[in-house]
């Protein structure tokens, strides 16, 4: 089975951009999560997905949104980049969400520059 | 204060050694999870838990609901067992994840 993979796997951008990030689940899961981790606030949870609809969101400005597909697949969006988005953003997969067992991507390294 | 906490920060032992890294959080949860990040990002999802204790090979994870606390146990650490070990947990309605803020191992040859 494959596992979660993300695209792309490092970006570079300049402040006031756009961006857009791809995660492909594990066949079979509905669930997908978004997570920010810097070197200052480690991990945070930025949003999950379950069925197309968005279930939970972390206090994150309107500039991170994001959307899920019939397929599962899941994109997340930063406008207006700011250099403190400078992180790796992770996604990760589920069955059914938080409760259940979570299966991480390599994540995408986003530079703002 | 943080709704996750870990203890210690950093950790450096000696190959072989028995380890412990321990997590205390706040808030009502439906699971604790543990993770393992290795240089490079990647986690891997190492022991999620409701109650009781988990063992896998040289790993062993155990948790106290009523104390709300969480042990992570390496015995005969290794080198390859160098990484940063996080400890999170998903709320009540199991849909948000809290992280805590890792535990930093380095296992001395």
């Known amino acids: 089975k494959a596992g979660v993979t993300q695209t792309p796997r490092y970006l570079i951008k300049t402040r006031g951009q756009q961006v857009t990030l791809s995660c492909s689940p594990i066949?079979?899961?509905?669930?997908v999560s978004w997570y920010q981790q810097t070197p200052g606030q480690g991990l945070q949870f930025l949003f999950e997905?379950?069925?197309?609809?968005?279930?939970n969101k972390g206090n994150f400005p309107g500039r991170f949104s994001g959307r899920q597909f019939s397929n599962s697949r899941s994109e997340m969006n930063v406008s207006t980049l700011e250099l403190g988005d400078s992180a790796l953003y992770l996604c990760?997969?589920?069955?059914?969400?938080?409760?259940?067992?979570?299966?991480f991507g390599p994540g995408t390294r986003l530079t703002v520059l | 204060k943080n709704e996750v906490e870990q203890s210690p920060q950093n950790l450096t032992a000696q190959e072989g050694e028995f380890i412990t890294i321990n997590c205390s959080y706040s808030v009502g949860i439906s699971a604790l999870h543990w993770l393992q990040q290795h240089p490079g990002g990647g986690i891997v999802s190492l022991f999620m838990?409701?109650?009781g204790k988990k063992k896998h090979g040289r790993l062993i994870a155990t948790i106290n609901i009523q104390e709300k606390h969480s042990s992570l146990h390496i015995t005969a650490s290794h080198p390859r067992d160098s990484a940063v070990y996080i400890c999170a947990v998903s709320d009540n309605y199991g849909q948000n994840f809290v992280f805590g803020p890792g535990t930093r191992l380095s296992v001395l040859p």
């Open positions: 838990l409701s109650s």
């Open positions: 997905y379950f069925s197309e609809t968005q279930r």
């Open positions: 990760a997969s589920s069955w059914g969400g938080a409760s259940n067992e979570q299966f």
């Open positions: 066949s079979g899961h509905r669930s």
